[in-house]
């Protein structure tokens, strides 16, 4: 692998660790209603474990109520108990054609609780991203130990994978903030 090539996949390596980091964000629910929250929670069709939004439609009625609207009638009662028995501390109600699912607030205490959930997420992204930093780094190394590349070339790549450590590692602290923010909002 050439220089090139290594910072590349080190970029998107990183890059991959955001986006995951983020999508474990979107599980820790916050006081407001959206979409995303039911993503994760399975519901049995046909025999299949399938998530909700491939059964039924979700939408937002207000800003503190979503509403599901299973594709077929016999599935209502299985979404309901779904959205129900999931982690999340819904409690859905029936009104025949549409589930309602109100977005309980969050109590200080639990507030405090998912800080630290995301801040350990958070933790476990910058860690994935030094990882990656380090993999490379090593690469770099046996690049120049078989004389691939000069001791110069070998410190500029490090600086730059450093920067792009750094960069990443910023867009990690700028996301963790801005849940924490919006947790800790009323």
């Known amino acids: 692998m050439s220089v090139a090539e290594l910072k590349k996949d080190a970029?998107?390596?990183?890059?991959?660790?955001v986006e995951t980091l983020k999508e474990e964000l979107t599980k820790i629910r916050t006081g407001r209603a959206h979409t995303g929250i039911l993503d994760h929670v399975m519901v049995e069709y046909y025999g299949t474990m399938?998530?909700?939004?491939?059964?039924?439609?979700?939408?937002?009625?207000?800003?503190?109520?979503?509403?599901?609207?299973?594709?077929?009638?016999?599935?209502?009662?299985?979404?309901?108990?779904?959205?129900?028995?999931s982690d999340l501390g819904l409690n859905p109600a029936n009104m025949g054609e549409i589930i309602r699912v109100p977005m309980p607030p969050l109590t200080e205490e639990r507030r405090r609780e998912l800080t630290k959930v995301v801040r350990h997420e958070g933790e476990q992204a910058r860690v994935a991203v030094r990882n990656v930093r380090r993999d490379?780094?090593?690469?770099?190394?046996?690049?120049q130990k078989k004389k691939e590349i000069t001791e110069d070339e070998l410190r500029r790549a490090e600086e730059e994978v450093q920067?792009?450590?750094?960069?990443?590692?910023?867009?990690?602290?700028?996301?963790?903030?801005?849940?924490?923010?919006?947790?800790?909002?009323?």
Do not use: H, Y
């Open 163 to 186: 920067k792009l450590t750094d960069r990443f590692v910023k867009v990690i602290d700028e996301t963790i903030e801005k849940k924490e923010a919006e947790l800790m909002q009323i």
């Open 136 to 143: 490379i780094n090593q690469a770099l190394k046996e690049l």
């Open 50 to 85: 399938v998530p909700i939004p491939q059964v039924a439609n979700v939408t937002l009625l207000d800003a503190r109520t979503l509403g599901v609207q299973p594709w077929e009638k016999s599935m209502m009662s299985k979404v309901e108990k779904a959205i129900r028995e």
């Open 11 to 17: 970029e998107r390596r990183m890059q991959k660790a």
